[in-house]
């Protein structure tokens, strides 16, 4: 029953392009598959390993400067800097991750805000890498797969968005039922416990750490390739990293569907209200965003997914 | 500056210490209290100065409110909530002030304080120097308060341990709405003196906060006097920072310091489990 739900989900997913022709309904799933993607991403490290990171913009970034300086500065196809982004944002996460572990709840989270500002900083005054005015992907005509560019329609880029956030989901699943998910959700539930019984904590979190910064990377790669532009206000700001979370709280945390939920809700919502209200420069729709957060975290805290498991046991099918 | 930055850093400090819980709209408090400044001075012709007090009870019944309307119903869910029910306010709050005042930057022209004088050869802003001697004075108070006088020293029982405190015939709930509506006061304070000599406008809680939080951590939690040190430190190192490397670094460099120190000391400067 449940996975002919599903699979009914996932064929209404492949359809919808053919169903909706114009641009702005596909916009808003190919947002909606992204932020997806990032959630489950981060999802892996906050929700089931419990390392609440604020910085996880920085991998966002890293994928989409990689691919974008290699596509720019040196012709290489950024399906190649895809992978060296994602390799590379593996290799930041270590090496940040490897001292910041240490550091518990608010130290860590308030640790990898820093983190993000440190790179945004850097980001922002290398001149090579365009510095503040940011760098374009030249365009490249016609489209070609080996381009990563497609101008003419945005079915593509529709079903990169959706492989992603496949790719995500099909991680997620796996690390549920597998060795280093346990670990990873004893971490979270109490680390002392876990340690005592043999897991190797410090390992376990780096591990949980590169699996999140590798997919977030190839989400900024598709972002830079979605839009063609990046400048560091848009691809390393704190507000990203906490949109990203936002994403998977709305949802509900430390589950498989939280993140895409969390998606569904957020992104259609924040799409329309500033494609009705904004433009105005009053900003009413970030009021009405603002409002939506402070309730869900006030009358909801478990989230979307809690909500309905919440109601689902209330009234058990064949009752 | 290092001083200012206390001062807003000691009002998350003191919010922290008592109920384990990080005010991400901190940032957005300053914000308000910057305009509650701006318009003393553009509708009612107060000088900064005068309407210090103003501000700082504005906060602190802003304080009141969000402690009543939103901390008390997230304070016993998981961490992420509390994270996001202060986020979502800082959202609200940010937003809100576009809405309400638009995105002009705003200055307090002609305050009473103006110019420069000279300290040993040392040219220093009138204002700023005033804004550091108040920044202290309010810190000695906020001490003076915490640790001499009755309802402060229940705050710092409650701080310590809440059932323990409640134990004692004090009451948490109104030693937390006091503990918010005090923490915002200070930043209301903060506020003021910074609406003296910066722009007001809707972002400006951001780089404040964000230097808040670093600060707070540096110090470590909820450790008020801790705070005024780090504040210090804080400031000193940005100015010399943008003196020595550059000033559009000076505040990574300011970041980097932190994470330094927490590699060293987990739990902040002065920090103990």
Not at chain 1, 66 to 78: E, Y
Not at chain 1, 125 to 151: K, M
Not at chain 2, 43 to 50: E, F, I, K
Not at chain 2, 152 to 159: D, R
């Amino acid at each position: 029953m449940k996975r002919a739900a599903l699979v009914v989900l996932l064929l209404a997913a492949l359809a919808f392009p053919a169903v909706f022709t114009l641009p702005f309904p596909r916009h808003v799933m190919i947002m909606i598959f992204l932020y997806g993607s990032l959630a489950v991403a981060w999802n892996i490290l906050a929700g089931y390993c419990g390392q609440i990171s604020l910085g996880h913009a920085v991998f966002f970034g890293i994928g989409a400067y990689t691919s974008t300086l290699l596509v720019a500065r040196a012709g290489v196809s950024p399906w190649l800097g895809m992978l060296a982004g994602a390799v590379l944002a593996v290799i930041v996460s270590q090496a940040v991750g490897f001292p910041v572990f240490r550091l518990r709840g608010h130290y860590f989270a308030i640790a990898t805000i820093a983190v993000g500002e440190i790179v945004q900083t850097l980001f922002i005054n290398w001149d090579w890498a365009g510095g503040a005015r940011g760098v374009f992907v030249p365009i490249r005509r016609p489209d070609s797969f080996v381009n990563f560019q497609f101008n003419e329609s945005k079915a593509v880029y529709y079903y990169i968005a959706l492989g992603l956030l496949l790719l995500g989901l099909a991680v997620t699943r796996r690390l549920e039922g597998s060795r280093p998910g346990y670990y990873f959700r004893a971490i979270r539930e109490d680390q002392e416990a876990a340690a005592s019984l043999g897991v190797h904590v410090a390992r376990e979190k780096l591990r949980a750490m590169a699996l999140s910064a590798a997919l977030t990377a190839l989400g900024g790669t598709f972002y830079a390739q979605y839009l063609l532009f990046i400048d560091p206000e848009a691809v390393f700001p704190l507000s990203l990293s906490i949109l990203i979370c936002l994403v998977s709280v709305l949802g509900g945390v430390g589950t498989l569907w939280g993140p895409v939920v969390g998606a569904a809700v957020l992104v259609p919502l924040s799409e329309y209200t500033r494609v009705w209200l904004g433009g105005t420069g009053k900003a009413l729709d970030l009021v009405i965003y603002g409002a939506l957060i402070v309730l869900v975290a006030v009358a909801q805290p478990s989230g979307l997914v809690g909500l309905a498991r919440r109601l689902g046991r209330r009234s058990p099918p064949g009752q | 500056m290092g001083l200012v930055y206390a001062l807003i850093a000691a009002g998350l400090s003191l919010i922290f210490g008592l109920m384990e819980l990080v005010n991400f709209a901190h940032g957005e408090f300053l914000m308000v209290a910057m305009y509650v400044t701006f318009f003393a001075w553009s509708l009612a012709h107060l000088d900064p100065v005068v309407a210090l007090p103003l501000a700082a009870l504005a906060l602190a019944g802003l304080g009141w409110a969000v402690y009543h309307g939103i901390i008390r119903w997230v304070l016993g869910g998981p961490m992420l909530a509390q994270v996001f029910a202060t986020f979502g306010l800082a959202v609200l709050l940010r937003a809100g002030a576009q809405f309400v005042w638009g995105v002009d930057f705003r200055v307090v022209k002609d305050p009473w304080l103006a110019g420069r004088v000279s300290l040993g050869g040392v040219f220093v802003g009138l204002p700023q120097l005033a804004a550091s001697a108040l920044a202290l004075a309010a810190f000695v108070a906020l001490w003076w308060f915490l640790a001499r006088t009755e309802t402060g020293l229940a705050l710092m029982a409650t701080a310590q341990d809440r059932q323990a405190a409640a134990l004692m015939g004090i009451d948490t709930q109104r030693m937390f709405a006091l503990g918010w509506a005090i923490g915002s006061a200070c930043v209301g304070v903060a506020g003021g003196l910074l609406a003296m000599f910066y722009y007001v406008f809707p972002e400006v809680g951001g780089v404040f906060a964000l230097i808040a939080y670093v600060t707070v951590a540096l110090g470590g939690f909820g450790n008020v006097p801790a705070t005024l040190l780090a504040g210090v430190l804080v400031g000193l190192v940005e100015v010399f920072a943008g003196l020595l490397i550059s000033p559009a670094m000076k505040y990574a460099v300011v970041f980097l310091l932190y994470l330094a120190v927490v590699l060293w000391r987990p739990l902040g400067l002065f920090g103990r489990f």
